[in-house]
């Protein structure tokens, strides 16, 4: 394994480090306050190639690798993990699955214009009756020869208006439970296809998350991703993917909190010094930073697998679970450190601390993570 980044690595890094600081931080309280989707944001995100970091030029993406993505969603979550979240999906859940699974025409007809960012896409799996208990699938795809009907209803879906593709998985044959289970391109527009209210969130909430509707929606034969019944398969294996680019996002948020509040520790002065001079608080930074390096290190081991080639659906789970546990407990005390600050919103801290709660929820609970893990070493 090495993780010595090269000279490429070091320049994507750089370029969504300054993307963050000069067009992500302006603005971004207000964002978050008003749960303004970022739209001029995402634009010059897609101008820059941050939405197809992993897709081949062949389809207008950036051919670049995981390490690479990793490090991108790092440093723009450190900012803002509402504009992270965006590219995260588009980039990990929809275009890497329309590349690996999808048809040629379905990548000319989608993934150029995804991985471009000229259209932005959304990932729909979760549903009412099926969160975590991903196989039990309600929303029905009836396959009536030449196209599929679809119905039911999908909710949590990020992107969920700003998107013009989304992905959806469906039940075709109840019969076979998760063999019967299909994954389908959707556009936006299409005649029964209804985007439903936004949600008001705790955190992350320049991200759009709504429910969306699907009444008697036609979606032709040619718009299903793989073999009949390769569904489930595709969602799971996509997320496999999807949690290593989560993990990175609550690095980034960890390591966002951790550089404020050691920041502020040496600038605000309690009992006649800078407090980063009373040992409770040097304390403090040392244990963040010790445990934001620890889950760097899982967050490029998961990157490292998937770009060697790799399974990366333990690793992956791995980086996830431990990352948002530390972007958790590393937010929670950067507030501590910043007192009173850092209970409001000009100071980030309590932003950042709002947001890391989502990456132990999405793409799979931590308690789901712990299933894939223990699974994957007791079948080992
Ligand atoms: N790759 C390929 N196949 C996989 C797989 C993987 N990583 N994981 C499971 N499968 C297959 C299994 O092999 C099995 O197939 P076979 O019967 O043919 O062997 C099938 O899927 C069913 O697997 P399980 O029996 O393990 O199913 P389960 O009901 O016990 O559930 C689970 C497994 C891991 C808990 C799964 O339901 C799960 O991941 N749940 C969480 C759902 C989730 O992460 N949702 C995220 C939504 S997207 C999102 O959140 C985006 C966002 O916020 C930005
Ligand atoms: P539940 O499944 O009801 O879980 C409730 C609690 O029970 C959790 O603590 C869970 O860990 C625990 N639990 C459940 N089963 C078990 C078990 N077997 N063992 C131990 N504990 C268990 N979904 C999408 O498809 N696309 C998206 O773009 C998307 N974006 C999202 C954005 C936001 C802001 C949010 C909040 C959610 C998003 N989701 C999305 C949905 C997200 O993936 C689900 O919320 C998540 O998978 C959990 O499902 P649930 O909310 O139904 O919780």
Sequence with gaps: MDFKLTEEHLMIRDAARDFAKNELLPGVIERDEKQLFPTEQVKKMGELGFLGMMVSPEYGGGGMDTVSY??????LSKIDAS??????????????????????EQKQKYLTKLATGESIGAFCLSEPEAGSDAT???TTAIDKGD??????TKNWITNGNSADYYLVIAQTDREKKHKGINAFIVEKGWEGFEVGPKEQKLGIRGSDTHTLNFNDVKV?????????GFGFTFAMKTLSGG???IAAQALGIASGAYELAREYSKIRKAFGTEICNHQAIAFKLA??????????????QAAWDKDMGNNYDMSGAMAKLYASKVAMDTTVEAVQIHGGNGYVKEYHVERLMRDAKITQIYEGTSEIQ????????LRD
């Design 136 to 138: 039990s699938q309600r």
């Design 147 to 152: 196209h599929y009907v679809l119905n039911g």
């Design 83 to 104: 504009a992270s979240v965006i590219v995260s999906v588009n980039n990990s859940l929809v275009c890497w699955g329309l590349e690996t699974f999808g048809t040629e």
């Design 220 to 228: 032709p034969k040619e718009n299903r991703i793989g073999e009949d």
């Design 243 to 245: 949690r290593i680019g």
């Design 287 to 300: 244990d963040m930073y010790t445990e934001i390096a620890a889950a760097r290190h899982l967050v490029m």
């Design 370 to 377: 712990k299933i894939v893990i223990s699974r994957g070493l």
């Design 70 to 75: 990793v490090l991108a969603m790092e440093e």
